[in-house]
């Protein structure tokens, strides 16, 4: 028997090394790049955290896998994915977005994940032992803890305006504004991407025109975007969006608008209005774009249901009102006879039976989850004022109203500047009570409802508008494509088998179909098993 030496062990490793071009091979792959082509079959090869070819490859690899003809796409990019502290507390929260084929999310809107001070806290955070000031203190946490999926974040208008100002309404003094200027510097500085609002929640609310411009010309300094929950998104849409676009003018920045949509069935027709005016902008050279969700039912606080003017001071002086019955008058005939501000009552016809309540955040009984406010009235033998008001009283009721319609849903497929988000944070189901289904299965249902079932978009152009189209927007220009050189941020499904599975009723069931999804060239899920906690990233706005 012919012994080899040491020498030549080396050099036979070495041979073998320098053969395995790849370390992962998809072959056979029906391929969709994310730029809107007809999909092609090739096979992909990985090195490292780079898609290194694209081609007929028969090198060496660490592994192939034979695609046999499904789908490899770039990863999904969730738009807006409010926030990725529970990345932080909990990496199992990540499989809600990376069972959906999301490989990125944009984190933040009127409030964001920094900075953040005591007062500024959930008591998620103040239990779980970590603590931060700045982008640049908890990214670093972000990364020593390992994240599941590519993050990028902005910062909250609302968030600088809680810390230097706190909950009332009134404008910033020159010094405090000052402030909140410097807090945005330096979040950009950290590599957040640019301003985010909520306008319809205190203390977002109470800003205007001007402070937002200001906050944006901060931003821009450094390349940044303005991101925006509008002021209304019912009947003075219109009105919202003049608005966005007039802050982006004004502090020279582009403006992305979060989950477009005409709220109330008298506002459906202006969906359409809606989308000719930001395209009359981008026509005119203003780089203004939004997103979209897949569902006819929006999601938020009860207490948007009131006027915000009642939280001027914060929502303390309101829960201590809320048991007084001649207050309680005053509220319910404020609520149905008034429209200057976003009234999410009147959005749904007036009726108790269109607000379903998803999670009993703040208490209470869990049984109401998933049951109309007027259901929860009978249950607990009541009028439906009665109910409303005293589960206002318990605080923090996250629901979800019947607001929309599909048309415009459809009318949102095709609009060709629009891309997608979940407008939901990630979520662990076994410790979160309740939630809205776009958590678990905004992308899916895309696919399978509105590619699939209802041929309102074609499969080539959904992927763009979950890929390169938001990937530009961020300005991740080596992702949301497949072709040599860019991340390796894939996902691999058969379109006839990618299906959504939450619903109202029962919001936190995961998706399936997604046969993998690989996070900068690691394997993070394969079916429905994770394999890497730790595949994604922190991507700063300033590299």
Not at 308 to 327: C, E, S
Not at 515 to 531: F, M, R
């Amino acid at each position: 028997m012919k012994l080899f030496t040491i020498g030549a062990l080396i050099l036979l490793c070495a041979a073998l090394s320098s053969a395995q071009e790849f370390d992962l091979i998809l072959g056979n792959a029906r391929i969709v790049d994310g730029m809107g082509n007809p999909w092609y079959r090739g096979d992909i090869g990985i090195k490292g955290d780079r898609i290194a070819a694209v081609g007929n490859l028969h090198s060496h690899a660490g592994r192939r896998i034979a695609i046999n003809g499904k789908v490899v796409a770039p990863g999904f990019i969730d738009m807006m994915g409010a926030t990725s502290v529970p990345l932080l507390l909990d990496p199992v929260t990540a499989m809600s977005k990376l069972r959906q084929g999301i490989t990125t999310m944009m984190a933040g809107e009127g409030h964001s994940d920094a900075p953040l001070i005591e007062r500024t806290m959930s008591d998620d955070v103040k239990k779980s032992g970590y603590r931060w000031n700045s982008y640049a203190e908890y990214n670093r946490l972000l990364e020593k803890r390992g994240v599941g999926l590519n993050v990028v974040f902005n910062i909250g208008a609302a968030q600088v305006r809680q810390i230097v100002i706190g909950d009332q309404d009134r404008p910033p003094t020159p010094a405090e504004l000052e402030r909140m200027k410097q807090m945005v510097d330096q979040a950009m500085r950290d590599g957040a991407n640019g301003v985010s609002t909520a306008l319809i929640y205190p203390p977002g609310t109470y800003a205007k025109t001007d402070e937002l411009v200001e906050l944006c010309k901060v931003a821009g300094r450094y390349g940044g975007f303005y991101s925006t929950h509008m002021r209304n998104e019912s009947s003075k849409v219109l009105d919202a969006i003049r608005e966005s676009i007039e802050i982006g003018e004004k502090a020279g920045v582009p403006v992305h608008i979060y989950h477009l949509k005409a709220a109330g069935q008298e506002n459906w027709p202006l969906m359409q209005k809606a989308v000719e005016m930001i395209a009359a902008a981008r026509a005119r050279g203003l780089d203004v774009s939004a997103d979209t969700y897949p569902y006819i039912r929006n999601g938020l606080g009860l207490e948007a249901l009131v006027n915000p003017r009642h939280f001027a001071n914060g929502p303390a002086p309101f829960l201590k009102k809320i048991g007084d019955p001649a207050f309680r008058a005053e509220l319910r005939k404020e609520v149905e006879s008034t429209s200057n501000w976003e009234n999410w009552y009147r959005h749904v016809g007036s009726t108790w039976d269109n607000i379903l309540v998803a999670e009993m955040r703040g208490g209470g009984d869990k049984k109401y989850e998933g049951k109309s406010v007027a259901e929860i009235a009978k249950m607990r033998n009541q009028d439906d004022w009665t109910a409303f008001f005293d589960l206002l009283a318990i605080g923090n009721v996250q629901v979800n109203p019947k607001s929309m319609n599909e048309e415009q849903k459809y009318l949102a497929m095709r609009t060709e500047f629009l891309s997608f988000c979940t407008d939901a944070a990630p979520t662990n189901p076994a410790n979160t009570s309740g939630a809205h289904p776009r958590a678990f299965g905004t992308f899916p249902r895309i696919l399978a409802k509105y590619v699939q079932e209802d041929h309102a978009v074609s499969l080539e152009m959904a992927i763009r508008k979950m890929t390169s189209l938001p990937a530009n927007r961020l300005k991740l220009y080596d992702r949301g494509r497949i072709a040599p050189g860019m991340a390796a941020d894939l996902v691999v499904f058969d379109p006839a088998n990618i299906q959504d599975h939450a619903t109202f009723q029962k919001p936190m069931e995961y998706s399936n179909g997604m046969d993998y999804v690989i996070v900068n060239g690691k394997i993070a899920v394969e079916g429905a098993h994770s394999l890497n906690q730790a595949a994604g990233r922190v991507l700063r706005f300033l590299q």
